[in-house]
Structures are given as C-alpha cells and as structure tokens.
C-alpha cells in the first residue's frame, strides 16, 4: 500500500459526460502529479500540484482541469467526454522540493466511457 | 522531444533465470533514473532508482546498472521468480524547478516468468 488513496475505483459513463477524480496523498506530501494510462499512449503526464499551486503541465486536453485542495487532496475534472478517454488514471504523491524524483502511485480509477 | 526508449515490450524468462530490461534516454539533463513495478489492476509501485553518479545499485534480487556515457540504463532481476510478473517501467527525471520533476516513463516491458 502506498498511501496514496483513489476514489472511484471504477467509472463507467457516457459520451459527453463529465466526471471527477479524487485523490488524496500520502500523509506529509505536498505534490500531486495525475497521469494517464492506455495501451496505445502508455503513461502519460497530465498535470502537477504543488501545495495547492500548479506547477506543471503535460498531455492535459482542454476538456480536463484539476485543482488541489488546502487539505492537499486533489481532484482531476474530465468533461465533454471521448470514447478515447477511457483509460486508467493515476496520482501519485512526492514530497516535492529538494527530496523529489520518487514519486508513490495510487491505485488508479478505470474510466470507462461508452 | 524528451524520450525514454525501453526494450523488450515483452519477456518471458524461465524460474531461476535472469530477467534484463533495458532503456535508453536522450536527455542529459536527466538526474534520476527509477524502475516501476506494476501489477494488473494496480497502480505501479517504485522497485528501485539510481542516481548517475553510481554505475549501478543493487537491492536484494534487483540491480539497476546505469551507462552515463551511453545514457542507457538496465534492471537485472535475478533468480527471477513468477510472483516477479508484472509489467516493467523505466522512467528519467530532469531537476525540476520549483520542485517540480516530471518524469519520462519507457513505454513498458510484460515480464512472464515461467515456474
């Protein structure tokens, strides 16, 4: 168990829906990084949170926003949903700063839209 | 474009074998270099990391050796056992700044380890 807690485990939804992710990092750490997982793009960056600031972004479509919370824990936001944005999605913690680089992964959620 | 290019996508080893995987990386401004071990259905979990200024790193069964000069980096996982099956990921992270480190994941290798 890494300590990193996700919420839902799965998720199944429609086209042109919206939905949000919850993720809640371990004890202490100030980062939040989401990721993407699918067969055909691997694992793909989205976003990063530091202490409730953005820090970076990647891949991250328009569609998708995310936001972290004063008590640490974030949640990504996917709109106007695609086919193709099924997928597993991923956060993971760190302690950011000087002590980054190992980052602790979540057990994902499982969109499925359709 | 940073990459991080892993190879085999796929292996099968034998119990007691040596399993390798291998990743190269183009990006020299890369500072730390771990290995990810995922499970299905679950999130990956860090196996081990290195830092360049080693050649390699050794914990238990695992051992990263790491080519700065070739900017190729290896995980050897020996007496490789079935429970070790899973899928493999390297990854490369720069020094962020302001804390951040985004890192680069290798598209991933499907170890099978036969009993």
């Known amino acids: 168990d890494s300590g990193v807690t996700q919420t839902p485990k799965h998720l199944i939804t429609a086209t042109g829906q919206r939905v949000t992710l919850r993720c809640s990092p371990r004890s202490g750490d100030l980062s939040v990084y989401w990721y993407q997982q699918s067969l055909d793009q691997g694992l793909q960056f989205l976003i990063h949170?530091?202490?409730?600031?953005?820090?970076a972004k990647g891949n991250i479509l328009e569609r998708f926003s995310a936001q972290q919370f004063p008590d640490l824990h974030s949640e990504l936001n996917l709109s106007s949903l695609e086919l193709g944005d099924s997928a597993l999605y991923f956060c993971?913690?760190?302690?950011?700063?000087?002590?980054?680089?190992?980052?602790?992964f979540g057990p994902g959620t499982r969109l499925t839209v359709l | 474009q940073q990459q991080v290019k892993q190879s085999p996508q796929s292996l099968i080893v034998q119990k007691g074998g040596i399993s390798i995987i291998n990743c190269a990386y183009e990006?020299?401004?890369?500072?730390?270099f771990p290995w990810y071990q995922q499970f299905p259905g679950k999130g990956p979990a860090l196996l081990i990391a290195?830092?360049?200024?080693?050649s390699e790193k050794k914990e238990g069964r695992f051992t990263i050796s790491f080519n700065k000069s070739a900017k190729q980096f290896s995980l050897h996982i020996m007496d490789s056992q079935p429970g070790d099956s899973a899928t493999y990921f390297c990854?490369?992270?720069?020094?962020?700044?302001?804390?951040?480190?985004?890192?680069?994941f290798g598209r991933g290798t499907s170890l099978i380890v036969h009993p």
């Open positions: 290195i830092r360049p200024d080693v």
């Open positions: 949170y530091y202490n409730g600031e953005e820090r």
């Open positions: 990006n020299t401004a890369f500072d730390y």
């Open positions: 990854a490369a992270t720069p020094e962020g700044t302001g804390g951040s480190y985004i890192p680069t």
């Open positions: 993971a913690s760190s302690t950011g700063g000087a002590g980054g680089g190992t980052q602790y």
